[in-house]
């Protein structure tokens, strides 16, 4: 792949005078202007994520997971786009799991789908009764949820012959994932970029993971997606998922650039200074009598860069005044 897949970045002009578009002076340029910035950010940052974890290759046959949710919407909206330019012949093709919730407007995607011009099959399986059974009421629906959807889902990319399964997981989907295994799991664990398959068949690909939400929002807002709300699940109001995506939100409101240095991070991995045995061989370190310029620097304080806009973490133990 080349870089035909990365759009030109913003000038710096745009960059700076970048603002949500729910927020653009009420005029038909200025929003046309600022949508127009949007859809070149979202364009080059899903370009970057699929030429650095080469997520597409020639002759591939991607299968999309549309929800109804803004960011499957989004997710095929902008692959379109990049297909329409890209150096390689792949094909798209949307896909929808109907699981039966009641209420669910199952004409509202069909009708998109087919105004866009993309191949798509909608698959039908009662998940939603199996999943009300199972789970005692006021407990977390969409662990089972989510394994009975992947399950049919690989099914699905089987029968279809798709070679990529891509899913409309973003850049905050991907921290709070992170946050959840530290807090929950003790585990540095988050969702990648790209990985095979749980059933060691399928290649599942995010290439949103460089897009933050609240530019899948403005997008949203602005081509007017025909959103359909999760019932079985979108009324969870304690998941421990929202309470960690506030505090992210928290986070960036107050100190503007740590959400982008904690997704930075993950990029940017030293395991000689983390403590697994498992990717370290910390037991067999020995001197080497050779400077090693990447080595730890013992007695030294650590050294951050903090910008005028990023103020010093400030981290709060419970218990402490």
């Known amino acids: 792949m080349n870089n035909i897949w990365i759009t030109e970045p913003e000038t710096q002009a745009e960059l700076s005078s970048s603002t949500d578009i729910g927020h653009t002076p009420n005029t038909r340029a200025n929003k046309e202007r600022e949508s127009h910035k949007l859809e070149k950010r979202l364009c080059r940052l899903m370009g970057q994520a699929i030429v650095e974890y080469n997520m597409i290759g020639e002759g591939d046959k991607v299968m999309v997971c549309v929800s109804g949710g803004k960011d499957s919407y989004a997710l095929l909206d902008i692959l379109l786009k990049l297909r329409a330019r890209a150096p390689i012949h792949f094909d798209i093709v949307a896909v929808n799991l109907d699981q039966k919730q009641p209420g669910f407007p199952a004409e509202v995607l069909p009708r998109y789908l087919e105004s866009v011009g993309v191949d798509f099959h909608i698959e039908n399986q009662d998940t939603y009764s199996i999943v009300k059974d199972k789970v005692p009421e006021g407990k977390t629906m969409c662990s089972l949820c989510s394994r009975l959807r992947r399950g049919i889902l690989y099914r699905v990319a089987d029968e279809l012959g798709a070679t990529k399964i891509a899913l409309g997981h973003h850049r905050d989907d991907i921290l709070q994932t992170f946050f959840l295994n530290m807090f929950f799991g003790a585990k540095l664990k988050t969702m990648p970029p790209k990985l095979v398959s749980d059933d060691g068949r399928h290649v599942v690909i995010r ?79 020995k001197a080497t009598g050779t400077p090693n310029t990447l080595g730890d620097t013992l007695f030294d304080e650590p050294e951050f860069k903090v910008s005028s806009s990023l103020d010093a973490f400030e981290i709060k133990v419970e218990g402490e005044s």
């Open 207 to 285: 290439p949103l993971a460089y897009v933050p939400e609240h530019d899948l929002i403005d997008w949203s807002l602005h081509k007017e997606f025909p959103i359909i709300p999760c019932t079985l699940c979108g009324s969870q109001e304690n998941l421990q998922r929202k309470v960690v995506g506030n505090m992210l939100r928290e986070w960036e409101k107050k100190y503007p650039g740590r959400v982008q240095n904690i997704f930075r991070s993950l990029q940017n991995i030293a395991p000689s200074h983390l403590m697994d045995s498992g990717l370290y061989d910390f037991k067999n370190v």
